[in-house]
């Protein structure tokens, strides 16, 4: 599948900027196609709710129709691309970085569930996907300027990455959070009028 990617601007951002819809959007792009009912039953909510939150990423272009699916009665969604990224220039107005934060900060919940699921099922796994499998971390004291050439580096070498064939025996959907900051506590904070 050829890697589409949404730019959103503040006002979208806003409507992602929700742990269901997240999640939502999540199961589309990594399991496909899907109806309200089918995802409520996923997340443990109800139809409603997820018809709700299903139509305002619609409103925002995240998701679509799916015309290929579904009968008068099923409405199927699927998601409208397969990545989303934070525009540099959203950040750049105290409403912006307001919205940036709670967008970031939902996404650090939706990541959260997911890293505690995935040490709940550790057990369970074949060694060879326990060996690959790590919650390290690495505490470096950089500039903000090596800092984002790290970043850099390390968005290169995953764009660049081969994935495996779908039809290759024994491969999975291999997950890689990144999660990057300076340690909480350690800088003066900003007034927020000085960003501005």
Not at 22 to 40: E, H, N, W
Not at 63 to 90: F, L
Not at 103 to 126: F, G, K
Not at 184 to 196: C, K, N, Y
């Amino acid at each position: 599948m050829d890697l589409t990617t949404i730019t959103p601007d503040a006002t979208a951002m806003r409507a992602l900027a929700h742990p269901v819809r997240l999640r939502l959007l999540g199961l589309l792009r990594s399991d496909g196609p899907a109806t309200a009912t089918s995802l409520a039953q996923r997340l443990g909510l109800n139809s409603g709710a997820t018809s709700y939150h299903l139509r305002q990423l619609a409103a925002h272009g995240f998701v679509v129709d799916d015309p290929d699916r579904g009968t008068g009665r099923d409405r199927w969604w699927k998601a409208a691309h397969q990545s989303t990224r934070t525009a540099e220039n959203v950040s750049e107005t105290p409403e912006g970085r307001e919205v940036v934060d709670a967008y970031t900060q939902a996404i650090a919940v939706v990541h959260t569930e997911m890293l505690q699921r995935a040490m709940e099922e550790a057990s369970t796994l074949p060694q060879a996907w326990r060996r690959p499998s790590t919650t390290s971390d690495w505490h470096l004291r950089l500039t903000p300027e090596q800092a984002h050439e790290l970043m850099a580096k390390i968005y290169e070498l995953m764009g660049s990455w081969q994935e495996a064939d779908e039809d290759a025996e024994g491969t999975a959907e291999f997950v890689v959070h990144l999660h990057s900051f300076p340690r909480p506590g350690t800088l003066t904070p900003v007034d927020a009028e000085a960003q501005s």
